[in-house]
């Protein structure tokens, strides 16, 4: 079965200062990734996604993430986070149709941005 | 296009009450999900559907029953609500890609449910 760890449940970053966020999975076959962005209050925005291709992803809002087979890897990054950034950020691994379109979620990054 | 849109907002309830939360999408898409999210834990899958007419139990399906009747409508009903169901409540939807399954999958804005 799949899953996803995000091991830092908080961040705290200044203002324009490069920011990336880590997320490593399990999953036997190659996995669709997902960065999820959460403002307080909201559902959940789809940032970016990985299925297959250019291991180098771009997203919505100058993020981008890099899929690394070897080390079960999907981080996020961003060069210059801007205040409007600070949310809560979700790692997901979906394993596509064979598996009903499941889609398990890490425990969140929450961002805060330093002024 | 509304996307996908949930009722009510927020609700108070007291332990054995019972009560139905709404999901429409209007993006034709086949597959429909509920989760709830807790503190500390992201997002729980409890049920979801592949299809009209059909069901399947999620990560944590018991207390929760489902029923997808329309294909835009996903309902889920709370027929004896208990403290543990405290949550926020998020409806999803996503449509089937040839390529990949699954597309990504769109979010409601959340039910956010506490029981008393």
């Known amino acids: 079965a799949q899953s996803v760890t995000q091991p830092d449940i908080h961040i705290t970053v200044s203002e324009g200062a490069s920011l990336e966020l880590r997320c490593n999975y399990s999953?036997?076959?190659?996995?669709?990734l997902f960065w999820y962005v959460q403002s307080p209050g909201q559902g959940l925005q789809l940032l970016l996604k990985?299925?297959?291709?250019?291991?180098l992803v771009q997203g919505i809002k100058g993020f981008e993430a890099e899929f690394k087979r070897s080390q079960s890897s999907f981080n996020l990054r961003k060069p210059s986070v801007h205040w409007s950034d600070a949310a809560e950020y979700f790692c997901?691994?979906?394993?596509?149709?064979?598996?009903?379109?499941?889609?398990?979620f890490g425990s969140g990054t929450r961002l805060s941005i330093r002024p | 296009n509304a996307g996908v849109t949930q009722t009510p907002k927020f609700r108070v309830l007291k332990t054995g009450q019972s009560m139905t939360l709404l999901c429409a999408q209007d993006?034709?898409?086949?597959?429909m999900y509920w989760y709830r999210q807790d503190p500390g834990m992201g997002l729980r899958l409890i049920h979801y559907s592949v299809g009209e007419g059909t069901t399947a139990k999620g990560e944590v399906p018991d207390g929760y029953n489902v029923s997808r009747l329309k294909k835009q409508n996903f309902l889920l009903g709370l027929e004896s609500a208990a403290p543990s169901q405290t949550s926020v409540y998020f409806c999803?939807?996503?449509?089937?890609?040839?390529?990949?399954?699954?597309?990504?999958?769109?979010f409601g804005p959340g039910t956010r449910l506490t029981v008393t």
């Open positions: 999953y036997g076959a190659t996995p669709y």
């Open positions: 999803a939807s996503s449509h089937w890609d040839r390529a990949g399954g699954s597309s990504e999958q769109y």
């Open positions: 993006m034709n898409h086949e597959y």
């Open positions: 990985y299925f297959s291709g250019d291991t």
């Open positions: 997901a691994v979906g394993a596509g149709y064979s598996s009903a379109s499941k889609i398990i």
